[in-house]
C-alpha cells in the first residue's frame, strides 16, 4: 500500500460546482498535513494546512480525521482558475510523503 | 526575495554524463530538500538537509549525490547519468522541519 493515496481523478466540474477530494495515509505517527497545488508544468504551492479541529480559507475547507487516516479537502463555487492538481502531504520524522496528486478541470 | 531558485531550467544528458543543479533561497530556511517528481508517482524525497553541513537520504538516494556547504545553497550531483534518472527535480526549503515547504521552480532533464 503507498504511503499516501488520493482520488485518481480526473475531476472535471463545471463553474460553480463543488468538489471534495481524499486522501488517506497509513502511517499513525504522521504529525502535519497539508494540500498543495500544482499548476501544470509549475512547481507546487502550500494551499492550505490540514489541523485536527478542522480549517476554512475562503471557499477552500479541509478535514482530518485522524482515526481514520483520511483528509480532505472541499471546494466550493469552484472557478476555472481553481484547475489544478492537488496533492495530499504527510509529515513524520523528517519526511513529508506526497501523495499522486487528483486532477480537477473546472470547464466554463 | 527571489525564495527559492534552481538552475539550470533545462537539461538534456547523454549517459554516463555528470552534472550538478543547484538549488539556492534566501529566505534564511534551515532545512532544505531535493525531490524528483515523475508521472503518476507523485514528488519523491532524494535528499535533504537539516542545516549547513549536513545531509541526509531519502527515499530515492541511489545515482544522487548532494552537498550543502552554504546554509543558503543546496547542490545535488549526477556522477553517471542514467535514462532512468529523466525526471523533473524540485528543490525546496522550510524554515522548521514542521513548516510549509517553498519550492523551486524546478529543472527538466532528459537522459539520452
Known amino acids: 500500500r503507498k504511503e499516501v493515496e488520493q482520488d485518481p481523478g480526473p475531476f472535471n466540474v463545471p463553474e460553480g460546482a463543488t468538489v471534495a477530494f481524499n486522501c488517506t495515509y497509513s502511517?499513525?505517527?504522521?504529525?502535519?498535513f497539508f494540500w498543495y497545488r500544482q499548476d501544470c508544468r509549475k512547481e507546487p504551492k502550500l494551499l492550505m494546512s490540514v489541523y485536527s479541529s478542522g480549517n476554512e480559507d475562503g471557499r477552500f475547507t479541509a478535514q482530518l480525521n485522524r482515526a481514520s487516516q483520511y483528509i480532505s479537502l472541499l471546494i466550493r463555487d469552484s472557478k476555472l482558475s481553481d484547475s489544478a492538481t492537488y496533492l495530499c502531504?504527510?509529515?513524520?520524522?523528517?519526511?513529508?510523503?506526497f501523495g499522486p496528486g487528483t486532477r480537477l478541470s473546472v470547464l466554463p | 526575495n527571489a525564495g527559492v531558485t534552481q538552475t539550470p531550467k533545462f537539461r538534456v544528458l547523454k549517459t554516463g554524463q555528470s552534472m550538478t543543479l543547484l538549488c539556492a533561497q534566501d529566505m534564511n530556511h534551515e532545512y532544505m530538500y531535493w525531490y524528483r517528481q515523475d508521472p503518476g508517482m507523485g514528488l519523491r524525497l532524494i535528499h535533504y538537509?537539516?542545516?549547513?553541513?549536513?545531509?541526509a537520504k531519502g527515499e530515492v538516494p541511489d545515482g544522487y549525490n548532494v552537498s550543502r556547504l552554504k546554509k543558503q545553497n543546496f547542490l545535488l550531483g549526477l556522477e553517471s547519468a542514467a535514462p532512468s534518472q529523466t525526471s523533473v527535480y524540485f528543490c525546496?526549503?522550510?524554515?522548521?522541519?514542521?513548516?510549509?515547504?517553498?519550492f523551486g521552480p524546478g529543472t527538466r532533464l532528459t537522459v539520452t
Open positions: 502511517n499513525s505517527a504522521s504529525q502535519s
Open positions: 525546496a526549503s522550510s524554515y522548521e522541519s514542521y513548516y510549509e515547504q517553498y
Open positions: 502531504v504527510v509529515k513524520y520524522g523528517q519526511n513529508f510523503v
Open positions: 538537509s537539516v542545516g549547513e553541513g549536513t545531509t
